[in-house]
């Protein structure tokens, strides 16, 4: 009885079968004699295909101006993004642009089925003023005027109020 038997490497990541370890195109015969006698032979080609790396670019910041493009150089293979700012609309785009702070994942998938996996950090503004409008009363038919002020972390800029019955001098 003969069989052969081909499998694919990808490179530097070695694959252990039949007691044999491939890690580089390799043609290997293992001979083995049944119980009933017969020799069997079996043949195993490993081919090496040759890695991939994914390049999920440089760790960035979202800014106050709204969205950053993260990824690098990846031309020519397949790409699957997760993290929070990614949907089915981007999740396949060389270059996504994203506004949400936290951790992305690029996965790179060869034609010959190779993987590699990077991450980026995008992290929040930490000099984004979070603030947060205070109303000392509710508006009613007793209570004809409020006071409106601003609290929060940030505010050390300017503040510009809008909206009915607002003046330069109120």
Known sequence: YSDTIEIGLCDGVPIDTFGITFSTDTTAMINDTTAFGCDSITTIIATTYPGVTADAGANQTVTCNGAVTIG???NGFD??????GI?????????????????YYLTVISSDGCT????????????VPVIDAV????????????????????VNGLI???GPDITPSN
Request: some cysteine; proline content about 7%; hydrophobic content about 40%.
């Open 160 to 162: 510009q109020w809008g």
């Open 116 to 127: 590699a996996v990077d991450s980026v950090e995008v992290f929040a503004d930490p000099d």
């Open 79 to 84: 790409l699957l993004w997760n993290g929070p």
């Open 135 to 154: 109303v000392s009363d509710t508006l009613s038919c007793d209570v004809t005027s409020v006071q409106v002020s601003v609290t929060g972390a940030g």
């Open 87 to 103: 949907d089915v609309t981007n999740e396949m785009d060389a270059m996504p642009e994203v506004s949400a702070p936290g951790t």
């Open 72 to 74: 690098g150089a990846n």
